[in-house]
């Protein structure tokens, strides 16, 4: 399994960026996925998550209504459009693949839910 996150990079507050995780060595589309972020200092968190058939998405309250996830399942990647982008978005963000098909309650339980990670790409908000 790999995973291999792309498109991170330095924006403004208030600015854009979109995130890109290939996926390889699995069957993409029979598993869901996560991105989840890491400030420096603090623990890896859970931001967003969809469903293996995208049918359902799921957002942190901190990124609810800036961020959205979506994946192509032709092309084994998963995306992460960020808009409005705070300072506090800054950090390194991995994507994650998923133990079963569908998210539940429990989908931010970094250590329980997910089983492969990718290297992250950093990403940084300052003005």
């Known amino acids: 399994v790999q995973l291999v996150e792309s498109g991170g990079g330095l924006a403004q507050p208030g600015g854009s960026l979109t995130l890109s995780c290939a996926a390889s060595?699995?069957?993409?589309?029979?598993?869901?996925m996560s991105w989840a972020r890491q400030a420096p200092g603090k623990r890896r968190e859970w931001v967003s998550g969809?469903?293996?058939?995208?049918?359902?998405?799921h957002y942190s309250d901190s990124v609810k209504g800036r961020f959205t996830i979506s994946r192509d399942n032709a092309k084994n990647t998963v995306y992460l459009q960020m808009n409005n982008l705070k300072p506090e978005d800054t950090g390194l963000y991995y994507c994650?693949?998923?133990?079963?098909?569908?998210?539940?309650?429990?989908?931010?339980?970094?250590?329980?839910?997910?089983?492969?990670w990718g290297q992250g790409t950093q990403v940084t908000v300052s003005s």
């Open positions: 994650a693949k998923a133990r079963t098909s569908a998210l539940f309650a429990t989908m931010h339980r970094l250590d329980d839910e997910y089983d492969f």
């Open positions: 060595g699995f069957t993409f589309d029979n598993y869901a």
């Open positions: 969809i469903w293996s058939d995208s049918t359902h998405t």
